[in-house]
């Protein structure tokens, strides 16, 4: 999945848990519990990531091309959420959303297969703009809470719009105690590049007797142990699997046109965030990255119809940002 396919997807999940406890304001009850989990959907938040050195080794439709090694590569993201429309229930809410992303790549020592020689790379640098109207609506089904989510993207680079892209989801509450939520539900996708155009999305809390702690599943997107450390702080340890896009002006003597280009990151490690006031936190991530896949196509094509495949070495990362959450 696309990074706003999933990010749009943990909205629905996030907000299962309070909405089958709360009834008197459903959507401001979900815009709580999605804002509390992931920084990227709250009012403004700004995010840098480092991501240390990693070897290479890339295949150019299936033969060997090139092999090297990324030196630096860094990402500034910054996004805007706005709720503008609510109705009279507070049970359907429209939302609008700005995301912009920055990446730097330096290179080192490069090896052409082709040429048999060793070469360098000047600094790269991607630029990728996205917005997107999101409806989200809160009823409830066989007397379980239920939330129905659409949403609509357009996005693209320096060059200008690329693509427009869009899905919808539905998840529902099948279990709910005071230490357990379990939910279940589906993801379709409008989009002709999706290999799997229908997702079967389950997510599971539980808080241990007893304990501080707490785990978090969302599948396809995390598993974490949390808990809350000092007064106004919270520390998570885990595993997520995020996904990075952008786009590629090629015009070489193989590729000529707009390339997508999709990346598939396994991150490892620890996160710890930290409520400066009741309405600005700060967040500092770091682990290990593992990219478990790194493929170009041509622009709409299918993920499987790739023309460029990258493997790259396991990599250190940190990242820290800070967010601005009116709840």
């Known amino acids: 999945m696309k990074k706003t396919k999933i990010i749009c997807v943990l909205i629905v999940f996030a907000s299962m848990r309070t909405v ?5 304001a459903p959507i401001k009850t979900v815009a709580k519990v999605v804002m509390d989990k992931f920084p990227t959907t709250r009012i403004l938040d700004v995010q840098y990531e480092q991501l240390g050195p990693t070897n290479f080794d890339s295949k150019l439709f299936g ?7 990324i030196e630096s590569h860094n990402r500034f993201k910054a996004a805007i959420n706005v709720p503008f429309f609510s109705s009279q229930s507070k049970r359907f809410v429209l939302t609008s959303s700005l995301r912009y992303k920055y990446e730097t790549y ?5 090896y052409n297969y082709n040429s048999a020689t060793t070469y360098t790379r000047e600094k790269e640098e991607i630029h990728f703009f996205a917005a997107a109207l999101s409806a989200t609506y809160v009823s409830t089904l066989f007397h379980k809470p239920v939330i129905y989510n659409a949403t609509a993207t357009v996005d693209g680079n320096e060059d200008g719009f690329q693509r427009v892209k869009g899905f919808v989801t539905a998840n529902i509450v099948l279990k709910r105690t005071a230490n357990t939520t379990l939910t ?16 079967p999305l389950l997510t599971y809390n539980h808080k241990f007797e007893n304990s501080k702690w707490d785990i978090d599943f969302i599948l396809p997107q995390r598993l974490q142990f949390r808990r809350e450390l000092l007064e106004n702080g919270r520390i ?18 193989k590729l000529k046109g707009i390339y997508e280009l999709n990346q598939l990151e396994l991150k ?5 965030e930290y409520r400066f006031t009741p309405r600005i936190i700060g967040v500092i991530k770091g682990g290990v990255n593992n990219v478990m896949s790194v493929r170009i196509t041509e622009k709409g094509e299918r993920t499987s119809e790739y ?11 940190f990242r820290f940002g800070i967010s601005y959450n009116p709840f």
């Open 20 to 24: 089958a406890q709360e009834k008197d």
């Open 268 to 272: 490892s490690g620890i996160t710890y």
């Open 184 to 199: 279940v539900g589906a993801l379709v996708m409008l989009d002709p590049s999706s290999i799997i155009p229908v997702t």
């Open 236 to 253: 998570s340890l885990g595993t997520e699997l995020n996904t990075e896009s952008f786009y590629l002006n090629l015009n070489n003597s």
């Open 106 to 110: 330096e290179f080192g020592d490069i």
């Open 307 to 317: 023309v460029y495949d990258q493997k790259e070495d396991a990599q250190g990362y």
């Open 63 to 69: 033969e060997g091309f090139e092999r090297g090694r």
